[in-house]
């Protein structure tokens, strides 16, 4: 069985600095990992995802993603972050040949504040 | 327009009453999802249809019955719901299911039920 945390319930930050939201998975066996966004009143929607290759990953809005295997993480960065990246970000892993079937951490709400 | 369409974006019930929530996607994929999101909580997947076949029901109550009369629609059938029922629930469309088709998931903006 796989399982994602996500360490960080909250995290407040001030516009333009730089952000870390921090995803840890387990799981037996080799995975496919996304970070997804819901802003308020509206559903998830893909940043970005790790199939395989390269272990820096780009997103939209500015967002990169590393993958790292010895540690089991897969950490969400934005250089400088804006107001309207206020939001909830979820990070989910799905086994390798299970398509689409994901498992989600439990969520970090990124507040920036001006 | 996130391609999926979830109706009604807001639903309000007794514990007695019989509602429906309908979700169409338009984007032409052959895997539909209902999941459960609440407060506090990591998102619970509940159903899961493969060309209106369903494959996954994670040990969903009765009280929840979905439906998957074709590709493009996905109803989800609610009678006798406990307030611990009050979520917001969303649905999801994918092109493909297994097998090295991962990718990405599309969700509408979810129905927010509240059980009386």
């Known amino acids: 069985a796989q399982s994602v945390t996500q360490l960080d319930s909250q995290v407040p930050v001030f516009e333009e600095a730089p952000v870390e939201l921090r995803c840890n998975y387990s799981?037996?066996?080799?995975?496919?990992l996304f970070w997804y966004v819901q802003y308020p009143n509206q559903g998830l929607q893909l940043l970005l995802k790790y199939l395989s290759g390269s272990t820096l990953v780009k997103g939209i809005n500015g967002f990169e993603a590393e993958f790292n295997k010895s540690q089991t993480s897969f950490h969400l960065r934005k250089p400088s972050v804006h107001i309207s990246d206020t939001a909830e970000y979820f990070c989910a892993v799905s086994d390798l040949g299970a398509g689409n079937m994901l498992t989600f951490g439990g969520g970090t709400r990124l507040m920036v504040k001006p | 327009e996130t391609g999926v369409t979830q109706t009604p974006r807001h639903l309000v019930m007794g514990m007695t009453n019989k509602k429906s929530l309908k979700c169409e996607q338009h984007l032409g994929h052959n895997a539909m999802y209902w999941y459960k999101q609440s407060a506090k909580k990591p998102l619970e997947l509940m159903f899961v249809?493969?060309?209106?076949?369903?494959?996954e029901n994670n040990s969903v109550p009765s009280r929840f019955s979905p439906e998957c009369p074709n590709s493009s629609h996905l109803f989800l059938h609610l009678h006798t719901l406990q307030p611990e029922d009050s979520a917001l629930y969303l649905c999801a469309s994918s092109r493909g299911l297994a097998g090295g088709t991962t990718g990405e998931l599309f969700f509408g903006e979810g129905s927010r039920l509240t059980v009386l």
């Open positions: 799981s037996s066996v080799s995975v496919y």
């Open positions: 249809y493969s060309l209106e076949e369903r494959v």
